[in-house]
């Protein structure tokens, strides 16, 4: 079974400018989240879908960066402009939720490859 | 300026030895617990998890023990071999809430 997909795997960028992440997340979960890992913050959650809907964003840094899930099968994590301080690996991982916010099952999220991303 | 990294606990055992990861929870409202393992250059992979209304949990070479009275979290590795050798996270999920909460991890060193 594939896993999660993230391209690109690497990226290096120029102050200023626009980088855009892409995630497939594993067929029929329902979740997707995008995360931001640092040797200063470890890892952070940035913004959570479920069903394909934003539910929380509260740890995107700034408006600098938005994420978009147009489909079950895709999202984008970008940033524009783009600073040295945000180079970090950025990872996506899926899940299927069952019961969101319940005693369910399903909380377990599955991780993708990462995308490391350096802006000089 | 020099810039302060993110220490990681480093646990350091032989082969064949078994290892004992610990992680404190801050959450007393939190209801399910996972762990994953990442190794270099690799995402976070799921290697167990746990509810709360369990104490213990046993997988493949691996033992998920949970204390809710003092909100603390193991992970018992049996025979580890060198290529358990990664970072290992503990992660929370609040009640109420749909997404996980990490710690700040532990590097397990084995060798051979």
């Known amino acids: 079974d594939a896993g999660v997909i993230q391209s690109p795997r690497h990226e290096v960028t120029e102050m200023g400018q626009e980088v855009t992440l892409r995630c497939k997340p594993i067929s029929g979960h329902n979740s997707l989240f995008w995360y931001r890992q640092t040797m200063m913050r470890g890892l952070e959650l940035l913004i959570y879908?479920?069903?394909?809907?934003?539910?929380?964003d509260s740890g995107m840094p700034e408006d600098r960066f938005s994420a978009k899930m147009p489909n079950a099968s895709f999202s984008t994590l970008k940033i524009q402009p783009s600073e040295p301080r945000d180079s970090a690996v950025y990872f996506c991982a899926s899940s299927l939720i069952l019961r969101t916010g319940g005693f369910g099952s399903g909380y377990e999220q599955y991780f993708g490859p990462g995308t490391r991303l350096t802006v000089t | 300026g020099e810039s302060v990294g993110l220490h990681l606990p480093t646990l350091s055992v032989q082969e064949g030895d078994n290892s004992i990861i610990n992680c404190a929870y801050s959450n007393s409202a939190s209801d399910y617990f996972i762990w994953y393992k990442q190794e270099s250059g690799k995402g976070p992979q799921f290697i167990i998890d746990?509810?709360?209304?369990?104490d213990k949990r046993q997988g493949q070479r691996v033992t998920v023990l949970l204390n809710k009275t003092v909100k603390h979290l193991s992970l018992q590795i049996a025979a580890t071999q060198p290529g358990d050798s990664a970072v290992y996270f503990c992660?929370?999920?609040?009640?109420?809430?749909?997404?996980?909460?990490f710690g700040k991890g532990t590097m397990l060193l084995v060798s051979p």
């Open positions: 746990i509810r709360s209304n369990m």
């Open positions: 879908f479920n069903n394909n809907v934003p539910i929380d």
């Open positions: 992660a929370e999920r609040r009640s109420g809430y749909s997404t996980l909460t």
